[in-house]
């Protein structure tokens, strides 16, 4: 059970704002908004919070972690919050050497090859996520009645930076080893999984109102091999916050999001989301018709358009508003993070944007 005092139980808290209602298959009265990697180089503030701070620290600071997730939300006046934090840190807090280089991503000291390798990863120490849980509740704090995303990456994810001791193209160690070492590879997700389910539980019993799983490279997976070796995984991780529930027994909403092909849309959902992030590859339109008009779905702006005149940029958002109201609900997105050379400016329009057309009808 979520405590008493969290903003989806509290009298005035997050159950009745506009993401809650959307992600539970409602329609509020304007379409809510947010942005993956909101937070920030984009933000001229973001940069000079940052400055000298590598990405990690600023993660496990908790004040610094704070201030930059509400950066955003002041700003742009998004209907969430999404706690500034990174995939690997449950890795961190576990003890393995891992760090973030800029303009590259997460590097591991060691890559995690075997199943010894994958035995000598450490199991996360009681308390591990004091600083992530500390950042969330002051973030909460001070954002009322809108709403914090917490999020972790789904485990293939997690895996191809531990398999490939970086970031690759194509994850071509990873997704060998699935297939020629499959108990090691079961063994390795698993243990992604109990990491991202540990780092979703903490930051929802600090405040979180939604969580979000990541898994951007699971489109490098052929979708049998997705279902065969990676989705209950998957589901583990989701699986870690289903028992908190409110006093009606309303879950925290779960969204799926991954950079996939069209026919691995369904079995986000069937991992245990209620809603499915979609990325900007597969029209929304054509997203409702994959997943029935009952579930609710998040997306899908292509960056792209951030970077191009503004009256195409809208019109490519009102075609993603106008297949939205196809579904059970829609939160506004783009299909994939905001990138770092955006023009803040851009982003707080498009706000109105999406806001104002919702009045208008
Ligand atoms: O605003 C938000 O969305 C919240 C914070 C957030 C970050 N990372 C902060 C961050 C979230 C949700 C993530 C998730 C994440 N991290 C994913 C999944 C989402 C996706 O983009 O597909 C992945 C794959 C990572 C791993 C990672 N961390 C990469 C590939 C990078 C980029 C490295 C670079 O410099 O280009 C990071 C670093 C990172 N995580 C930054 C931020 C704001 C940039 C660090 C900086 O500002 O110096």
Redesign the pocket.
């Known amino acids: 059970e979520l405590p008493e005092s969290h903003p989806l139980v509290r009298p005035g808290g997050t159950a009745s704002a506009p993401l809650v209602r959307a992600l539970r298959g409602d329609r509020p009265d304007r379409v809510p908004v947010w942005f ?6 984009s933000l001229p503030e973001y940069r000079r919070a ?1 400055d000298g701070v590598p ?1 990690l620290d600023a993660c496990l600071d908790p004040d610094l972690a704070a201030e930059l997730t509400l950066q955003p939300v002041r700003r742009h006046g998004v209907d969430a919050a ?7 840190i449950p890795l961190r807090l576990a003890g393995v050497d891992v760090d ?1 280089v ?5 590097v591991l000291a060691r890559p995690v090859r075997t199943m010894a390798d994958v035995r000598a990863l450490p199991e996360l120490p009681t308390d591990a996520f004091a600083p992530v849980a500390r950042a969330a509740a002051l973030a909460v704090a001070e954002l009322g009645d809108v709403p914090l995303i917490g ?1 972790a ?1 789904a485990p293939f ?1 997690l895996a191809a930076y531990l398999v490939e001791g970086g ?1 690759s193209k194509d994850h071509l160690a990873a997704r060998t080893l699935m297939l020629a070492e499959p108990e090691t590879w079961r063994a390795l997700v698993t243990r992604m999984a109990d990491y991202s389910a540990a780092f979703l539980r903490a930051q929802v019993l600090a405040g979180a109102s939604a969580v979000q799983l ?1 898994d ?1 490279w699971a489109g490098s997976l052929a979708p049998e091999v997705y279902r065969s070796r990676v989705r209950d995984a998957s589901a583990r991780a989701l699986a870690g916050v289903a028992d908190l529930v409110d006093p009606a027994g309303r879950g925290v909403p779960r969204i799926h999001f991954g950079l996939v092909c069209p026919g691995l849309l369904a079995d986000l959902r069937d991992a245990g989301a209620d809603a499915v992030g979609v990325d900007h590859r597969t029209p929304l339109d054509r997203a409702i018709e994959l997943l029935g008009p009952d579930v609710p779905v998040q997306g899908n702006l292509d960056p792209a358009w951030l970077g191009a005149p503004e009256a195409p940029r809208l019109a490519a958002t009102d075609r993603i508003l106008a297949a939205g109201r196809k579904a059970a609900g829609h939160v506004f997105n783009l299909g ?2 905001v990138p770092p050379q955006t023009d803040p400016d851009v982003l707080t329009a498009l706000v109105a944007h999406v806001h104002d057309w919702e009045a208008e009808r």
């Not at 993956?36 to 180089?41: C, F, P």
């Not at 999404?82 to 690997?88: Q, R, Y």
């Open positions: 993956m990697r909101q937070a920030g180089r940052r990405m999404v706690l500034f934090s990174d995939i690997v973030i800029p303009g590259r991503g997460p999020f990456g994810t970031p990541f951007s994939h993070g």
